[in-house]
């Protein structure tokens, strides 16, 4: 489905296919790319796996992958096992002064900061790091073309939203919660930034993507 195809669904709708349209093409857009964010958040399909990370001797932290919302996996090139993951709170408990410990790394953990990813024990030598990430969507264009059995329920989003305006000829308060209430039977509960920063700091075992 493209996004000319998807405003066109919102606006049949929204019963929004007149001569004067009540809201315009610019706003319905913006509206898309939130609900394809939203989707993304709550459902986590969107992966990459061929992001990279040079590795330094004797650094441990590395900048958070862009667009990233969760790292799922992560190995070392030359090594045949991936890195398992664990926290810096049992890194505390189980390996005192683990921040000066040196080697081929074998544990990665994401909660020690919200900008950036560890290793343990820092790399002992020069690397490179392979990783699956559940990412962040890219803005839709012209040229995009989602899967329509995902892009569908999108269409409730913008509904929801454009209930919202404030204008005598828009503002439907009761018609704005039906449609984010069958957006949520779509995809599932909202993944605020609260709860993604909470599942990064207290459950990075395991390649957990954390809770709904």
């Known amino acids: 489905m493209t996004l ?10 929204l019963g929004d296919t007149g001569v004067d349209l009540l809201w315009p093409n ?8 939130e609900a394809h964010m939203e989707a993304c958040r709550r459902l ?16 441990s932290a590395y900048a958070w992958p862009e667009g990233a919302i969760f790292i799922r996996r992560a190995r070392l090139t030359e090594e045949d096992r991936p890195l398992q993951f664990t926290s810096y709170k049992a890194l505390d408990e189980f390996c005192p002064g ?15 900061n919200n900008t ?6 820092s790399p002992d030598a020069a690397g490179v790091l392979k990783m699956l990430i559940i990412k962040e969507p890219e ?9 329509s059995r995902l892009a ?30 069958l957006f949520d039977a ?12 909470f599942n990064l700091r207290n459950r990075p075992f395991d390649n957990f993507d954390g809770d709904y």
């Not at 986590?44 to 650094?59: E, H, I, M, N, P």
């Not at 950036?116 to 024990?121: Q, S």
Request: net charge negative; proline share 6%.
């Open 26 to 33: 610019a706003q319905l857009s913006a509206w898309a790319n």
């Open 152 to 181: 569908y329920g999108l269409v409730d989003w913008i509904c929801g939203r454009a209930y919202q305006v404030n204008d005598a000829d828009t503002f439907n308060p009761q018609k704005s919660a039906e449609h984010f209430a």
């Open 116 to 121: 950036t990813f560890n290793l343990y024990p």
């Open 186 to 197: 779509e995809y599932g509960p909202r993944s605020s930034a609260r709860d993604e920063v």
């Open 44 to 59: 986590r399909y969107l992966s990459d796996d061929s992001v990279t990370q040079s590795l330094v001797a004797g650094q």
């Open 4 to 13: 000319a195809e998807l405003l066109s669904q919102a606006r049949i709708r």
């Open 98 to 112: 683990w921040e000066d410990h040196s080697g081929t790394p074998t544990h990665i953990f994401t909660d020690l």
């Open 139 to 147: 803005p839709l264009t012209g040229d995009t073309d989602l899967p």
